[in-house]
Antibody
Framework: EVQLVESGGGLVQPGGSLRLSCAAS????????MSWVRQAPGKGLEWVSG????????YYADSVKGRFTISRDNSKNTLYLQMNSLRAEDTAVYYC???????????????WGQGTLVTVSS | DIQMTQSPSTLSASVGDRVTITCRAS??????LAWYQQKPGKAPKLLSY???SLESGVPSRFSGSGSGTEFTLTISSLQPDDFATYYC?????????FGQGTKLEIK
């Protein structure tokens, strides 16, 4: 069974940093692109960042470019999101999601982890 | 960015009803469209991909159709478990974008 388990969320002050992790199991991790998708409270879904399975390609939404860094450790089957210079508008549940192929192109997301809440507030 | 617009935003229906949710793209996305179901406090769940391919394990009362800029998700006979929020997602080009969601409520 494919499983994705996020961790690392919490309360952080504006300007602070957090690192999210997503532990994957039940599939060949290096064979799939992985992404982070967030959902602000009561709002819709936003694709934040993606990383190809091969480690060649990454994607960042304009809203996080220069502040967030995605990485993956295929030996540990783990995806990361380093979030710096956090803002109130980054407050959201962050989901880790498995892509449908090794490249970032033409990916739907399945499955999703349970999500981890990031709250940016003073 | 490709804008995805769903209609309606809220839909009230009864068990047994046939319902259709529409998703429109601001430019052609061929058939690169997925549908998700989300229940309160839970992660989204994939229902269909490539516009009309049903994910394994999803009940056959769900069906997707469309291509280009207009797509639909149809539930042929609503069941109590189907009351949730539904999102479409285009994956034709970066950034992948989602519709704003359609909340399906019990009438």
């Amino acid at each position: 069974e494919v499983q994705l388990v996020e961790s690392g969320g919490g309360l952080v002050q504006p300007g602070g940093s957090l690192r999210l992790s997503c532990a994957a199991s039940g599939f060949t991790f290096s064979s799939y692109a992985m992404s982070w998708v967030r959902q602000a409270p009561g709002k819709g879904l936003e694709w934040v960042s993606g990383f190809s399975g091969s480690g060649v390609s990454t994607y960042y939404a304009d809203s996080v470019k220069g502040r967030f860094t995605i990485s993956r450790d295929n030996s540990k089957n783990t995806l990361y999101l380093q979030m710096n210079s956090l803002r109130a508008e980054d407050t959201a549940v962050y989901y880790c999601a498995k892509g449908s192929r090794i490249t970032l192109h033409y990916n739907w997301f399945d499955p999703w982890g349970q999500g981890t809440l990031v709250t940016v507030s003073s | 960015d490709i804008q995805m617009t769903q209609s309606p935003s809220t839909l009230s229906a009864s068990v047994g009803d046939r319902v259709t949710i529409t998703c429109r793209a601001s430019e052609s996305i061929s058939s690169w469209l997925a549908w998700y179901q989300q229940k309160p406090g839970k992660a989204p769940k994939l229902l269909s991909y490539k516009a009309s391919s049903l994910e394994s394990g999803v009940p056959s009362r769900f069906s997707g159709s469309g291509s280009g800029t207009e797509f639909t998700l149809t539930i042929s006979s609503l069941q109590p478990d189907d009351f949730a929020t539904y999102y479409c997602q285009q994956y034709n080009s970066y950034p992948y974008t989602f519709g704003q969601g359609t909340k399906l409520e019990i009438k």
